[in-house]
């Protein structure tokens, strides 16, 4: 990293890290729409739409998807859910440039328009990674 000596000088306890230290980045998965559309299920999928829906209602925790799914349906797609507390957001489209995001409430599925970061140590509050 180059930057200002002054500018990037940090206080003596502090260190230089990146975010791929300090969290795990995970990927959404492929949602095919043959499953899609179920209103209650074991675990819910979470879209773009439902993150953007979620930060414009002013809600920084997801809690309830337009879309559910069962376990065995997880497992035929080869879905891993993402941990509760693990920040989504979109990868593509306006919402990026918007700054959409939201913090799962349990765990849950994303689709593969969708990234997840969730801290690696619990001494890492996700909120901070959050905002």
Known sequence: ???DKELCKLPESWN?????DVADISSGFGFPKHI???SNGDIPFFKVMDISKAFLNGCVYLRHAN???S???CDDIKAKPLKEGTIV???IGEAI???RRAILAQDSLVD???MGLKAVSESINDLFIFY
């Open 112 to 114: 593969n328009n969708v």
């Open 36 to 38: 899609q559309g179920k």
């Open 67 to 69: 879309n559910y799914i």
């Open 89 to 91: 957001f979109a990868k």
């Open 97 to 99: 440039k918007l700054n």
């Open 16 to 20: 230089w890290t990146t975010l791929a």
């Open 1 to 3: 990293m180059t930057c």
């Open 71 to 73: 376990l065995k349906e």
